[in-house]
């Protein structure tokens, strides 16, 4: 009756520490039967007697020893620690006759477990070292089929028996080696790069928790830092009380789609039930310059990639709200019915924003969805300095927003946020009885999976919520304003520079900067179809040895009808001016004899 | 000119080691020019010759040492990585003044990152342990309010300062603390549990790669295991030569939707531009025990719910092909048009797998696309003992498959595979130029990013490719088998034990045991309104309890008249017999007074 006795104690030490070799956390009979009798109609306080003795710091005395004395706990947190992990340090392992079957829950298997995955580490730690050395490579370019032939014996092939933990550490530093550096100072490849620390660390406790978005009851922490951050946000956008609705979703594109079908639901409900023959030919508006999802979402919901009427750009890739109206008066001439106007807040290519207040009087004047999407904007409401491009942005439905952009945030992080609560969960629900049960013990408003369109769903906010602590509000406003302070270097370094020609004119309004860059043999030539061919590969060849060199990255594309131009974005806080002026020495270099 | 000397000799040491406090890795214009005569072309081979001298490993000796040598191989990194290492040993550091801002990218930011992350690895590792130590609890419940408010000094909001790093630690171990164990042997509450430590590692890698799945371009390692790890689950299945498409999605619920949509594209490509008006009324078919994301589909993509036909089911809640048939001939008279067919190989529920074969034939008498949503029973393909209960499955048109369920997989790791080749990319694509250029130097078939509705998609393959590995297909099999062989412990165990009723009659067919528990006050109740609605109160009270004790869970729910039942799964290569033991134990003590 060993447990018995330290039950009835309630003292500090739980259960499990006093007596380590039970397989069984079940209190004996005896000490229970006592409780069952109060057992109904209160089961949580029930339940916290019965289970008293199992739970840690359960003593009086000892919760207000912890409160509010973080720097007490962290030490008494590293104390336990070190005497419970003493065991593990890091020790020379022979791997080569170790196997998964070997690591935990095998017997025997935490010794094995630990010390493989402290090898793990080693090999992640030293990768994001290295990351941030510039004397690095960005990537160690192979073309697919080099790789799939097993480069230095590295083989991709999937076998039927295992391979040795050896060989699968080695198979992680292959895959490393042979990968992108994303983290890179000198990547610039993407609208999404950077290592965050933070938001790494973040994500590697979300892997370890493993665990999925749609009940509070296997994510309780997650779903309220969920549901926290996203209230921050809707406060950031300036809607009253930061009130409304929304969720992390698998990227821009998803909760692009999310935006497309809420505004559908709210003005046809009846589609949900009904499909799409209850409503009229319903049209979507976005610019030339947009995303190319919200396309892609009026294919996929139904609508049809012709009902997304492409609006013109001025020369800097912004809405031209008049185009708007026209178009939008062309539509119901017809008999169809505008329903959804996007703006985007930072377009993909120029970085351009749409004049959110002008395309906002006119979602009004016609009674349209407005949703901006600023996937890669968004974050710039962050800056005191910056925000200002978004203004107007109260004013929309639905805001798509991607903290993994230009926040810095780790992939993915994207966030579909909606001014009207319960809309999503009207769009969305389908009550599924086995995951979303109303008889909980617990408030069930908290189970937000059937507002998705997935079921399962990623834990992506853990990361972002971490980062946001570390930084505060003022640490992202200091990112985003560097980031733009970085790009306005380059566009003042490049916009006169013989041998650059700049895509559009004036200052950028995001960290985007469009220009060509003309080979010495090439700037006599007249402006013509010749001329015109020819530019339009230099950027690629430019590129191929870039990547071949491996010493950065930039991305290019046509747009329109202009050729290939390079397209150079910075949300990598490890980026520096220096970097900026070895970005264009390697051009030049690369590119003068071409 | 040392880099020059350095690049001229090309020695195995790369000039980045030879001059590691350069921050510029372009060579001298001198050393170069002679290249770039011959830069038209051959841009790969120049590149690999300009770039020749800072590339590891490139003299022929070297790799010749290096291939098929992997022990060789592993013991140089280990060489290098502990010379390199050394002075990363973790050592105790005060983290109470130090900032995120003090890590990298920040100058002499190595150490605290170094010391920070080895921190946080503690943190984790020390998490892992615990999870399979049946002494600790699977979690430590506490209601949103009481999290809200702050328990023991576990603050959740946002605040615009920054955080200590030591903070930062506090909020990671209080985030573990408050949080459910889904790898704890007693976790059986979804259809995703356990924590499989190669899984785990590859998603620590992932997360450190920090890339996307769209292009090759930035993420080649993973675009290759991606497609060599679906080539290898459509054998599996049984498609000739393993051929056809695929993607990794961001859950069942989105790989349903492909099919859904892809089905769509085949019979009525038109849709995608001109939208469902273009299209009859089209009809899906799926059971009324299926997953409710076929619904969801049908509703998000302009079907319309009422167009989803739910098909009865027999008792143990398998289709009945002849439902199905009189249903199509049903809505044919009126003028609909069936598109599509959903057999379910393992319910959510009972895990019923559906007559794949006789679903088949009348799939292909009628022209119907057949979808084999396995998101949760796909996994017994890998089993010899029991993948003929998916016989027929190389039939269908499309497959669900989610390794993060009965595979142990880290979340989140699902698959759509697709039967025919290019059909993926023709619903889809949308030809972003930004993102999939056509002149890019390598083969852009690999661009696998316009098949997806996501853009930016999560790199979700690297840990089921190094699971794969580790365990070889024999150790899938074996973990198959084993969850099946404990669930039918289960199964024996109760199927005639005082106080349990089976929901169905018979061996489950999966690892699914579905059964009621009837307090001793209730055994001799007689079965009516009353006893029904007692019973309908019976399973929440218990899980109410189990987890505020923290001792196990488990999920229950009503299905269709059947009341609150318990449905047990078992996915965790770490639950045992014992813990099946336990369970039963722990339903019958918290259960007894009811």
């Not at 070799?21 to 007697?49: E, Q």
């Not at 406060?235 to 609705?245: A, H, L, S, Y």
């Not at 908290?446 to 992506?460: E, F, L, N, P, S």
Request: aromatic letters at 10%.
């Amino acid at each position: 009756m060993m447990m018995a006795a330290s039950a009835s104690s309630s003292s500090s030490s739980s259960a499990a520490e006093v007596d380590q070799s039970s397989d069984n956390l079940r209190p004996p009979a005896s000490v229970c039967d006592g409780w069952y009798g109060v057992a109904h109609g209160c089961t949580r306080k029930l339940g916290m007697k019965i289970c008293g003795f199992l739970q840690k710091n359960n003593s009086l005395e000892e919760k207000s020893r912890m409160v509010g004395s973080f720097r007490e706990k962290e030490q008494s947190h590293n104390r336990e620690n070190r005497e419970k992990e003493s065991r593990f340090t890091h020790t020379e392992t022979d791997f080569s006759n170790l196997f998964a079957r070997d690591l935990l829950p095998a017997k025997n298997g935490e010794e094995p477990t630990m010390q493989f995955l402290l090898e793990v580490m080693e090999i992640l730690t030293n990768y994001v070292r290295k990351t941030f050395d510039r004397s690095t490579k960005v990537l160690d370019f192979h073309h697919p089929h080099q790789l799939l032939e097993g480069i230095e014996g590295f083989n991709l092939e999937l076998c039927d028996q295992p391979e040795s933990l050896e060989q699968i550490l080695v198979d992680c530093r292959d895959t490393l080696k042979y990968g992108v550096r994303t983290g890179h100072p000198r990547f610039f490849n993407q609208l999404s790069t950077g290592l965050d620390i933070i938001g790494l660390a973040g994500e590697w406790l979300t892997s370890t928790a493993n665990t999925n978005m749609f009940t509070y009851e296997i994510a309780p922490v997650f779903v309220l830092m969920e549901q926290l951050t996203l209230k921050k946000m809707r406060e950031i956008i300036g809607w009253p009380n930061g009130e409304g609705d929304g969720l992390f979703s698998p990227g821009g594109a998803i909760s692009n789609m999310y935006s497309v079908m809420i505004a559908r639901y709210k003005y046809f409900p009846e589609v949900k039930t009904k499909g799409m023959s209850a409503a009229p030919r319903l049209i979507l508006f976005t610019s030339e310059h947009s995303h190319y999802s919200i396309a892609k979402a009026g294919a996929a919901l139904g609508f049809g990639k012709e009902n997304v009427i492409l609006l013109s750009t001025d020369e800097r890739g912004r809405v031209i709200p008049a185009d708007l109206e026209a178009k939008i008066i062309n539509a119901k001439q017809k008999g169809y019915v505008p329903l959804f106007v996007n703006a985007t807040a930072g377009t993909t290519v120029y970085g351009a924003f749409d004049p959110i207040n002008d395309i906002a009087d006119i979602c009004e004047k016609y009674n349209i969805w407005l949703h901006v999407d600023g996937a890669w904007g968004g974050s710039l409401l962050m800056s005191r300095k910056h925000r200002h491009k978004l203004n107007g942005v109260e004013r929309a439905n639905s805001v798509t927003w991607n903290p993994h952009k230009m926040m810095g945030v780790p992939l993915q992080c994207s966030a579909i946020l909606v001014r009207e609560k319960g809309i999503l969960q009207g769009c969305n629900s389908m009550c599924a009885g086995y995951l979303f049960q109303p008889d909980k013990q617990y408030d069930v408003t908290y189970d937000t999976g059937d507002k998705a369109i997935q079921c399962g769903r990623h834990v992506d906010i853990f990361k972002f919520w971490l980062m946001w602590k570390a930084k505060g509000t003022v640490g992202f406003e200091q990112h985003v304003d560097r980031c733009l302070e970085v790009s306005e270097y380059l566009y003042n370094k490049i916009k006169n520079r013989e041998g650059y020609q700049m895509v559009f004119q004036g200052e950028p309004q995001h960290t985007n900067v469009c220009f060509w860059y003309i080979p010495p043999s090439m700037r006599n030539m007249l402006d013509g179809e010749e001329r015109r061919e020819r530019l339009h590969k230099v950027a690629p060849k430019i590129k191929a040895m870039m990547m071949e060199c491996g010493t950065t990255m930039v991305g290019y594309q046509p747009q329109g009808d202009k050729v290939n131009f390079f397209r150079m974005v910075i949300s990598n806080h490890a980026a520096t001016k220096s970097d900026i002026d070895f970005l264009i020495e390697e051009i030049e270099r690369l590119g003068q004899d071409l």
